[in-house]
């Protein structure tokens, strides 16, 4: 498992690197942009998440995102995409506050991106990556939902 997390710290570096510019990220130009690609978006719709979120799921999510999920790193602690290690991607990394973002992108959608990582940003695959396991992207998920606080 040390060797894994070695591996895709590594390619998140190279990530950033290729990805990178010489200032700070500005904020996607396209937040609702689906990064799940045409083709297999249909399918990736119809995932749905195995798991039932409780207090206990919400937890453990947010304890995989700040820590195992590398998540916070790009996307911030609080989810506003202003994380350290996505200050130099472009695009910025995605801002889960933003309601809008959440009422367009299902859980399959954002599942697919979290298994098989974006092409054109600094999103790895984080399940096919060895990173997580796909209970442990559910588990993410459920969590990085609760980022957007618009009560309709």
């Known amino acids: 498992m040390r060797g894994k997390r070695l591996i895709v710290t590594l390619c998140s570096v190279v990530a950033v690197a290729l990805w990178s510019t010489a200032g700070w990220a500005a904020p996607e130009a396209d937040p609702l942009k689906p990064r799940v690609p045409d083709a297999e978006r249909g399918e990736a719709r119809k995932m749905k998440s195995p798991i039932t979120v409780t207090p206990d799921i919400l937890a453990k999510g947010k304890e995989l995102y700040e820590g195992k999920g590398t998540c916070a790193n790009c996307h911030g602690q609080t989810g506003d995409g202003n994380g350290p290690g996505g200050m130099l991607l472009t695009p ?7 309601c809008k973002f959440h009422k367009k992108r299902n859980d399959g959608e954002l599942f697919w991106v979290v298994k098989n990582g974006s092409t054109g940003t600094g999103m790895p695959a ?3 990556g060895g990173m997580i396991t796909e209970e442990e ?3 993410i998920i459920a969590y990085e939902r609760t980022f957007c606080k618009d009560a309709e």
């Open 92 to 98: 910025g990394p995605r801002n889960f506050t933003n």
């Open 126 to 128: 984080l399940v096919n």
């Open 137 to 139: 992207a559910w588990t």
